[in-house]
């Protein structure tokens, strides 16, 4: 079964600094999709960036980028110019590419990122 | 606004009785997930259906059932309620076979915040 840890349960970045949130993970699969979520104090869940596991260029998304080290088994998100809407908690998660396997997202267990002034 | 929609977006209810969550997925989307949030597991996925068929089970418990509906919107039925089931409930979904776009990714609604007491 494949396994997401966060090991950073809390982070806080100045607002303009840039912030990296850590993710690892544990797979036998070779090919996989990766995404971070952000979940504000709304609780909704919002998409911020997914990344293809046969693809070896690094995902971007406006400020959102990711280090994607598909050896090494890690998906860290770097937030640069940090705003005070980026204020939430950030969810890694997998999910299988496997033809006829079920497509669940697994999830880590969450950053909580604080954005102060 | 992912474009999923859940209702109701609270309930509280007591210990013993049975509850109905509902989803409608994005329009043109085949597959729907439910996941439960709480705090002492995190986010778990609970079962996906794809075009009215059952396609995957996670960690969901003989008292909660689902089903997805001819129009593709599903329903998440607790019953014989616990104080433990207190949890948000989240629907997500995913596959737009016509409309194009990453079949991979998962659009979660706002949740419904169950309340057991």
């Known amino acids: 079964a494949q396994t997401v840890t966060q090991s950073q349960p809390e982070m806080s970045v100045q607002e303009a600094e840039t912030v990296t949130l850590s993710c690892t993970y544990d797979?036998?699969?070779?090919?996989?999709?990766l995404f971070w979520y952000k979940q504000p104090p709304s609780r909704q869940m919002i998409l911020v960036i997914r990344?293809?596991?046969?693809?070896?260029q690094n995902a971007t998304e406006n400020r959102f980028s990711v280090n994607f080290q598909k050896a090494a088994k890690s998906f860290s998100l770097k937030i640069s110019d940090s705003q005070l809407g980026d204020a939430a908690m950030y969810f890694c998660?997998?999910?299988?590419?496997?033809?006829?396997?079920?497509?669940?997202?697994?999830f880590g267990t969450g950053t909580r990122l604080q954005v102060t002034l | 606004d992912s474009g999923v929609t859940q209702t109701p977006k609270h309930l509280i209810t007591a210990t013993g009785q049975r509850v109905t969550l509902r989803c409608s997925p994005r329009?043109?989307?085949?597959?729907v997930y439910w996941y439960q949030q709480s705090l002492d597991q995190g986010l778990q996925f609970l079962i996906q259906?794809?075009?009215?068929?059952?396609?995957a089970k996670g960690n969901i418990l003989e008292r909660f059932s689902a089903q997805q509906f001819p129009d593709l919107h599903s329903e998440l039925n607790l019953s014989s309620l616990e104080l433990g089931d207190s949890a948000l409930y989240f629907c997500?979904?995913?596959?737009?076979?016509?409309?194009?776009?990453?079949?991979?990714?998962?659009?979660f609604g706002p949740g419904t915040r169950l309340t057991v007491l």
């Open positions: 259906y794809y075009n009215g068929e059952e396609r």
């Open positions: 997500a979904s995913s596959v737009r076979p016509l409309a194009g776009g990453p079949r991979d990714t998962q659009y």
């Open positions: 998660a997998y999910r299988s590419a496997l033809t006829g396997t079920a497509s669940k997202l697994t």
């Open positions: 329009s043109g989307d085949l597959s």
């Open positions: 797979t036998s699969e070779s090919d996989y999709y």
């Open positions: 990344q293809e596991a046969y693809k070896q």
